[in-house]
């Protein structure tokens, strides 16, 4: 059935991806990939995104030095990827808007999602609310718990809030139901997925819709600092953001890294490394690396910050690590949040918890010789404050 799809459903040297979706999927899966390539291929499609990513979104974000952290962590320079400033606080925007258009333009009337920090649920719950459709979001109670802010601003945009209670009620449940929602309401409805994951096509839709990133950074760090960087670093959880930043830089002579997180410990269930203990496997309709038991059950995982707690690494950034394009690295919960603490201290400016992971990383890279570096800076952290306040005691 992969073979009707126009464009390739997989990624790298080993065959990641695919479309490993139930019969009754597959016919919204190949309307959804038709539409897209159509509006790509539509120049006032391409126009109308703009301008609302001008407009509505804020692009382009900033690219910020960042000279007193760059001097405490023994960096020559550091560039900070401002997608914390974009509207609703997150790179999610980028995809929820441009999905959002499509679904508009392929005669939607609602939309389902599903989120984990809450960010891709605001974004999709604000970019329904400016175009007119109905939304509905599923989210685990684990997570409502923990990032509650986003929960009021979803409802705040007029979207359900759906909460999803089985298994550890993260991110993982919540694509569950809202594949499970899809699947019964799919000539209506179209499923914003929210990050590089899921069946062909939505891993391939996510990234081009989120390369705005990196397209701009490049032509920035260029025009800012009169060179590329030694190194660009982002955190991954399903791998939106990281593909988002890295991709246009994958044709330079740098070092390309993506920060997972590494959660309390290195046991399984506890982390949600998946380079670390991870192998190829099916989940939520694409092959990639994946968290398992010994008996090939998806593991359990555990982090601080929502947005990256989820077993499968996107099966393109997967094979892009695979490929030994880009390099994963891992950070602790206590390394995130002492990241954090350091960036809010020396430039003004609150990390969300998953972009903290990434900014983890950056001592470990000047101690490697990197001089410069640009950090994709995914989203701000008032989501989070009331796990800095706890964990941080301030
Ligand atoms: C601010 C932020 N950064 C990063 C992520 C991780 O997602 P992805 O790997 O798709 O960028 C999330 C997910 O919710 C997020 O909210």
């Known amino acids: ?3 009707a799809f126009a464009l390739p459903t997989r990624f790298g040297t080993q065959a990641l991806g695919g479309c490993y979706a139930p019969e009754t999927l597959m016919q919204p899966l190949l309307d959804l990939e038709a539409a897209f390539c159509g509006a790509l291929a539509d120049p006032a ?25 760059a001097e405490k962590l023994g960096l020559k320079a550091l560039f900070l990827k401002r997608e914390d ?5 997150a790179h999610k925007i980028n995809n929820a808007l441009a999905q959002a258009l499509l679904a508009r333009r392929m005669g939607k009337t609602e939309v389902i999602a599903e989120t984990g920090a809450g960010q891709h649920g605001v974004a999709t719950a604000a970019a329904c609310a400016r175009l007119g459709l109905r939304c509905t979001v599923f989210m685990g109670v684990t997570d409502m718990a923990r990032q509650a802010p986003n929960v009021a601003r979803m409802r705040l945009f007029g979207a359900t809030v759906e909460p999803v209670a089985a298994g550890q009620g993260t991110l993982k449940e919540a694509v569950n139901e809202a594949l499970r929602a899809w699947a019964g309401r799919c000539t209506t409805a179209h499923y914003i997925l929210g990050s590089a994951l899921g069946p062909h096509p939505f891993p391939t839709l996510v990234r081009s819709f989120q390369t705005v990133i990196g397209e701009e950074a490049r032509a920035q760090v260029l025009d800012q ?3 590329l960087p030694d190194a660009v670093v982002a955190c991954a959880g399903g791998g ?8 246009p830089f994958l044709g330079d002579p740098l070092r390309r890294l993506a920060v997972e997180a590494g959660g309390h410990g290195r046991a399984l269930g506890e982390h949600a490394a998946r380079l670390d203990g991870g192998r190829l496997g099916v989940l939520h309709g694409c092959k990639t690396l994946l968290l398992q038991d010994e008996h090939g059950h998806t593991a359990e995982t555990a982090s601080v910050s929502a947005g990256l707690d989820y077993p499968a690494l996107g099966p393109e950034l997967a094979a892009l690590v695979l490929d030994r394009k880009v390099e994963v690295r891992r950070a602790s919960d ?3 949040l002492a990241a954090a603490r350091l960036l809010c ?5 609150l990390p969300a918890l998953e972009s903290s992971h990434a900014l983890a990383l950056l001592s470990a890279l000047a101690a ?3 001089a410069t570096v640009l950090l994709g800076l995914s989203g701000r952290g008032d989501k989070d404050l009331s796990t800095y306040q706890s964990r941080l005691e301030c």
């Open 45 to 69: 499609f391409q126009a109308e995104l703009k301008a609302e990513l001008r407009q509505f979104v804020g692009r382009p974000t900033p690219l910020t030095p960042a000279p007193r952290l």
């Open 345 to 349: 201290e020396s430039e003004g400016i």
């Open 1 to 3: 059935m992969t073979d």
């Open 225 to 227: 600092a009169g060179a």
């Open 334 to 336: 206590d390394e995130a």
């Open 85 to 89: 400033l974009a509207h609703t606080g």
């Open 368 to 370: 490697e010789g990197a």
């Open 240 to 247: 939106s953001n990281g593909l988002g930043l890295l991709v």
